[in-house]
């Protein structure tokens, strides 16, 4: 083996389907042929998803989207994953009204009461995934990534019609 | 904007074309498909009480009537991106299928990217190479945003991205931007013939490698936002060359007024082939302003 393709193994690790798709039907009971169509790679603590393709022997900077992190426990899903794959979720799911949805859009902390177990969730409104929520006991903290919070979705009421 | 008279031989109604550069252009949008779909996105925003107009000639494209669009649930959403017009122009010529393996040599942030990747379905391969690591971050958060998953993203300088073969590469290359005045004004102020020659000795490299990366019957497109023939028709007949490898295809885009390349320039007589390429200005459709060339690896 060349010593580049050696080298893209040492960065970029494939990873068995399986394995993924039991954690997340797992944790949100989503089913595995939800992920059809992609493959998956590690990277030091993150995972990888991409289509099912070859990919050339480059040196990759990324290698499709990042979906979750494994660096503390329980593993966290990015909000990005979650915007695909969050609409097949059967459980840890949870729905908000247009006020709690603007504080976890701006990123905000607040009281919610579930029936989720404690851990990470797919947050929902008005049908969306807004993204990942860390849910325990009464309260939810938004996981949103910065650069994508938002100051306010109350906008069609700023507007003059 | 007394730089733009040394096109006033080339450009059509060029008291037209010096009278828009101080309008500012309207906000766009294109909708992405791999989120939602057209209906429910026009939807939405009908709902919401958000001023639209979909693009004559693409029915992806929106002009948005509204002064943050990038606050828009939508866009945090990744339902839409926002996006010069124009620049929806280049990934159309290109024309990626589902399951086909392409370059886009000069990614970052990631607009033409994502419209492949849309194009593509999420299926196939689409490599993005940006070098700048600061032009990453964008291009990353752009991808991840808007749901892609077929886009892997590599840093070299394209003029040594080192192997292929693509069934298509776009070429859209760093420029002086002049196209962009209406913008961000002050763009023009920093635009010289001199820049212009310097650019160009990248860009021809750029094309150059792009072209050795295709497949034989594969498609390389090269698009600037720059009206600089030095940078523009002077490029591609440099990367060409001679041989009878590569031909040009006629660009156009129905909906969409261009104007064939220039075939003379400053005295100079060019290839004739160069009128297949396409100028866009902005007084004839109202929009910013762009060169596309569209080449076949025979
Ligand atoms: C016009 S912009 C690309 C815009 C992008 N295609 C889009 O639609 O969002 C040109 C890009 O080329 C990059 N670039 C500069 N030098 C380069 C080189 N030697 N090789 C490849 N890309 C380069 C710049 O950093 C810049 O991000």
Sequence with gaps: MSPRSSRIRNIFEPLEKSLIAKLWQDRFGIPGPAFAGCKFFRKARSIWAISDVDLPRLSYETIGMRIMSCKDRPWKPTTSALQIFGRYATKNLLHLNREEAVIFLEGGSQGIESDCEIGYVVVFYRGDVLGCGLYSHGKLVSQIPKERRMASIARSEDCPV | ?298
């Design chain 2, 1 to 298: 904007m007394d730089y733009l008279d040394r096109y006033r031989e080339i450009v059509p109604d060029y008291v037209a074309f010096q009278a828009i550069q101080c309008q500012p252009l309207y906000n766009s949008a294109r909708i992405n498909t791999l989120k939602i779909t057209r209906e429910k996105l026009l939807e939405r925003l009908e709902e919401e009480g958000v001023l639209f107009q979909s693009f004559h000639w693409y029915p992806l494209g929106l002009k948005l009537d509204i002064e943050s669009p990038g606050k828009l649930l939508e866009n945090l959403l990744g339902y839409i991106h926002i996006q010069e017009e124009l620049s929806m122009v280049p990934p159309l010529v290109l024309g990626p299928e589902p399951g086909e393996s392409i370059l886009d040599l000069c990614a970052s942030p990631g607009s033409k990217t994502t419209e492949i990747s849309q194009m593509m379905e999420n299926r196939g391969l689409v490599i993005a190479n940006e070098p700048s690591l600061a032009r990453v971050a964008p291009l990353r958060s752009n991808c991840e945003r808007l749901g892609v998953l077929n886009v892997a993203v590599t840093r070299y300088d394209g003029r040594n991205f080192p192997r292929g073969p693509f069934d298509r590469v776009l070429v859209d290359a760093p420029c002086s931007s002049e196209g962009r005045e209406r913008r961000g004004p002050g763009v023009l102020s920093r635009c010289s013939p001199e820049r212009s020659l310097d650019l160009q000795v990248l860009q021809i490299d750029l094309l150059k490698n792009a072209l050795r990366l295709t497949k034989p019957g594969g498609v390389v497109v090269y698009s600037t936002c720059t009206y600089a023939p030095e940078e523009n028709e002077l490029v591609v007949q440099a990367a060409l060359g001679e041989a009878d490898e590569f031909r040009l295809e006629k660009v156009c885009i129905p909906g969409l007024l261009e104007c064939p390349g220039i075939t003379e320039w400053n005295g100079k007589r060019l290839s004739d082939e160069l009128s297949c390429t396409a100028r866009y200005y902005p007084h004839i459709n109202d929009t910013g302003g762009f060169y596309v060339a569209k080449i076949i690896k025979n």
